[in-house]
């Protein structure tokens, strides 16, 4: 069965410190690895995805992921947080050949002034 | 470019009212679409997904009910709403990998 989560429900970080949203995954098999932000009232966002080669990943509005599969981890971080990052943000998770994503329950995360 | 739209944005309802919320998909062909519903803005839970014309698997045996008239079409519907049934209702479409949302509408079950 394919997991995800998002150990923290809430992250507070001070603008223009780094920021990183944790996120681990069971699946068995390949997994491909996405992160999304919702702002108020809106749809998901894409902001980027992890399917094979560099473990590194780079995204949407300066955000990066690193894949680490001995950990089964794909924490989102970007350098410098700013307060129009503040959000909710989700990790998920698809296997090959699955049309589904599984989604974890999200982390709200807040940019202090 | 790809676009995807649902309508209505916001809706309030009685109990016992019927509902009908719409999907489109502009700019793909055949896409894999999905129907999923977020209460309190937090987790996300898959509610239909479709890979084709009438073609319907249900994740979550409940008050809803979903078609695919047509290709780029998705329509969640209900007899009879429940309180339960309010919430934040997001349509997205898959291509090869990442799925893309749409605005969202925002039901409240009076």
């Known amino acids: 069965a394919q997991s995800v989560a998002q150990p923290e429900d809430q992250v507070n970080v001070a603008e223009g410190n780094p920021l990183t949203v944790k996120c681990t995954y069971s699946?068995?098999?390949?997994?491909?690895l996405f992160w999304y932000v919702q702002y108020p009232n809106r749809g998901l966002q894409f902001l980027l995805k992890?399917?094979?080669?560099?473990?590194l990943v780079k995204g949407s509005y300066g955000f990066e992921a690193e894949f680490n599969k001995s950990q089964t981890s794909f924490h989102l971080k970007k350098p410098s947080a700013l307060v129009s990052d503040s959000a909710l943000y989700f990790c998920?998770?698809?296997?090959?050949?699955?049309?589904?994503?599984?989604f974890g329950t999200g982390t709200r995360l807040t940019v202090i002034p | 470019s790809q676009t995807i739209h649902q309508w209505p944005a916001t809706l309030v309802q009685p109990v016992g009212s019927p509902l009908s919320l719409e999907c489109t998909v502009e700019?793909?062909?055949?896409?894999?679409l999905y129907w999923y519903r977020q209460a309190a803005g937090r987790g996300l839970q898959l509610l239909f997904y479709?890979?084709?014309?009438?073609?319907i698997s249900s994740e979550v045996p409940q008050n809803l009910s979903a078609s695919r008239p047509q290709d780029r079409q998705f329509i969640l519907s209900s007899k009879k709403l429940l309180l339960s049934d309010s919430g934040f209702y997001l349509c997205?479409?898959?291509?090869?990998?990442?799925?893309?949302f749409g605005p969202g509408t925002r039901l409240t079950v009076t």
């Open positions: 997205a479409w898959s291509g090869w990998a990442e799925q893309y």
């Open positions: 699946v068995s098999g390949n997994p491909y």
């Open positions: 992890y399917i094979t080669g560099d473990n």
């Open positions: 998920a998770v698809r296997v090959t050949g699955a049309n589904n994503l599984f």
């Open positions: 700019g793909t062909s055949n896409p894999n």
């Open positions: 479709s890979v084709g014309i009438g073609q």
